[in-house]
């Protein structure tokens, strides 16, 4: 679990507050004025208890202030240690994400992604955290610190989702001793046990094959020159913690990321985001507008969902959004020089394969 201590008053600290209610009390019973009971001492007294007084105010203002600037810069370190920025490039793939959070000033939230090159391809995880805000931090972490391992680990995407599926509810259950040490995540009235996670494990190959496992998760969109449509419409399987995973877990086929093509993963906060009158905002439509005209880049078309978002709910979202594109910018095989046929009826080219 993440923590921000704050730091104990330090004597440099206390120094101003002493000096001033040192200025009053002497004042009060070292001054002869303060001794009168006429209208011009009791001017002058309320004026001096007025000036120590907005003293000490601003001096609380300004520790407060200083304060402040040390949580969110702490905020912002945590975030690039659990949520930490991905590269532009992950082989061969052009990347781009962000994440907006729900919580006025915070830079954290409760979603999460990643994606890594490994020897099996480049796996990617995106998920929802009930909840949003600090809160949900430790579980985000928990969760990318499992990911991180068990996609270089784990030949099949199925044992990825297990490791992940430990992962949190070992979390869940060190996280309910903390908070409720008498009675623990037995306990089913615990609010850690209506936890839950929505996750979608995602696979690209070298040769752009795409595989699937979603656990309660918002399909993505692939965009494929102008066109916009969902990965696939299939049913996903239920989220992370409440119920157990089926025995036997296998990624679902879901066709090619040809060059040129982009997917979008998202949280759903995107599409339940909603504006003054109520209306949920359209992500396909506003990714069509993205790519009307000509193929763009993904952070060309992050920039611009983000920037719809935020004019549809006037600037202040009700959930935490997070969205990554990727963009499959690997170069097609030139195909070889005709070899010349050897005897006749040999053909003058050969197979790739061959």
């Known amino acids: 679990m993440i923590r921000i201590k704050a730091r104990a008053p330090t004597a ?11 200025v009053a009390v002497g004042y009060k019973f070292g001054c002869p004025l303060a001794q009168q009971d ?23 203002r300004r520790t407060l202030l200083r304060e402040l600037r040390l949580a969110r810069r702490a905020a912002r370190a945590a975030q690039n240690v659990v949520l930490r920025p991905l590269p532009p490039r992950l082989d061969g793939l052009n990347v781009a994400a962000a994440q907006l959070s729900a919580d006025r000033g915070a830079s954290v939230g409760g979603d999460l992604y990643e994606a890594v090159a490994t020897e099996h391809g480049v796996r990617v995880v995106m998920g929802d955290v009930r909840g949003h805000g600090l809160a949900a931090l430790g579980t985000v972490a928990a969760l990318l610190g499992s990911f991180r391992e068990a996609a270089h680990d784990e030949p099949e995407l ?9 992962a949190l509810a070992r979390h869940l259950r060190e996280r309910a001793r903390a908070e409720h040490p008498a009675s623990g995540a037995s306990d089913p009235d615990n609010p850690v046990a209506e936890e839950f996670v929505t996750v979608l494990l995602l696979e690209i190959g070298r040769d752009g094959e795409l595989r699937v496992l979603n656990c309660g998760h918002p399909w993505p969109y692939l965009l494929r020159g102008a066109r916009v449509d969902p990965l696939t419409r299939a049913e996903p399987l239920p989220p992370l913690g409440p119920f157990p995973l089926p025995a036997e877990l296998q990624a679902r086929p879901c066709g090619r990321l040809l060059p040129g093509e982009s997917l979008v993963l998202f949280t759903d906060g995107a599409e339940d985001a909603r504006d003054g ?34 004019h549809h709910t006037g600037g202040r979202p009700t959930d935490d959004v997070a969205v ?30 061959q």
């Open 324 to 353: 990554l594109v990727l963009r499959n910018d690997r170069r097609v095989p030139a195909a070889g020089p005709a070899k010349p046929p050897l005897f006749e009826g040999e053909p003058a080219a050969w197979p790739a394969s």
């Open 38 to 60: 006429g209208l011009g001492a009791r001017i002058a007294t309320s004026a001096v208890f007025f000036a120590v007084g907005t003293g000490l105010i601003l001096h609380v």
């Open 158 to 166: 199925g044992r990825v989702l297990g490791r992940l599926d430990r």
């Open 277 to 310: 009158r109520g209306r949920f905002f359209s992500l396909p439509r506003t990714l069509r507008e993205a790519v009307r005209d000509h193929p763009v880049s993904p952070q060309t078309v992050l920039r611009t969902l983000f920037t719809a978002l935020l």
């Open 12 to 22: 440099r600290g206390a120094v101003l507050p002493t000096v001033w209610g040192a």
